[in-house]
T-cell receptor, first 112, second 114 residues
């Protein structure tokens, strides 16, 4: 089945630092979504990307749809303690009806 | 708008017992999904409905799992009989359409099978 490789698996950063994480697929995608999941809750949508090369921001978060359509990046600027959580990428391959595949997640921990 | 509602939040059962989960999607969302999330992993799609019809159930263990969305709104997911490896969080999500709209998730049901 479709596989999404997400890296890094986990990160420890200091408050105020910038964070970058990425996701790569083995096939071409037509949609990339980035979600954040807090303990005991469902994933919450952060950013949705629908076109190759698209760069979209949501506050301190910025995500990009890779030109090759096989990758996506999420950046968080000036991290704060509430950024702690697990970040998931998810994508829809082209040529399929709609099946959304999730990455394995990046666990972010922010220290003061 | 109200989000995706799921119940119960937690369930503990013994293996070989049966269990059912309920989901009420966001109003107007035609597409409904059930995902299984095992600890430390990303969500995995079990079944997808478009209105009251099944679009994709290729990863649903049909010998023990079943799901229905009879009136095209609420949905139930059932496991009978449960196995230890079914311990996971079961997430329900909905979207306006299956192609271009993002998924909105409920808070899930955490199932523990002992």
């Amino acid at each position: 089945g479709q596989q999404l490789n997400q890296s890094p698996q986990s990160m420890f950063i200091q408050e105020g630092e910038d964070v970058s994480m990425n996701c790569t697929s083995s096939s071409i995608f037509n949609t990339w979504l980035w979600y954040k999941q807090d303990p005991g809750e469902g994933p919450v949508l952060l950013i949705a990307l629908y076109k190759a090369g698209e760069l979209t921001s949501n506050g301190r978060l910025t995500a990009q749809f890779g030109i090759t359509r096989k990758d996506s990046f999420l950046n968080i600027s000036a991290s704060i303690p509430s950024d702690v959580g697990i970040y998931f990428c998810a994508g829809r391959p082209t040529g399929t009806a709609s099946k959304l595949t999730f990455g394995t997640g990046t666990r972010l921990q922010v220290t003061l | 708008e109200a989000g995706v509602a799921q119940s119960p939040r937690y369930k503990i059962i013994e293996k070989r017992q049966s269990v059912a989960f309920w989901c009420n999607p966001i109003s107007g969302h035609a597409t409904l999904y059930w995902y299984q999330q095992i600890l430390g992993q990303g969500p995995k799609l079990l079944i997808q409905f478009q209105n009251n019809g099944v679009v994709d159930d290729s990863q649903l263990p049909k010998d023990r799992f079943s799901a229905e969305r009879l009136k095209g709104v609420d949905s139930t997911l059932k496991i009978q009989p449960a196995k230890l490896e079914d311990s996971a969080v079961y997430l329900c999500a909905s979207s306006l359409d299956p192609l271009n709209s993002p998924l909105h998730f409920g808070n899930g049901t955490r199932l523990t099978v002992t």
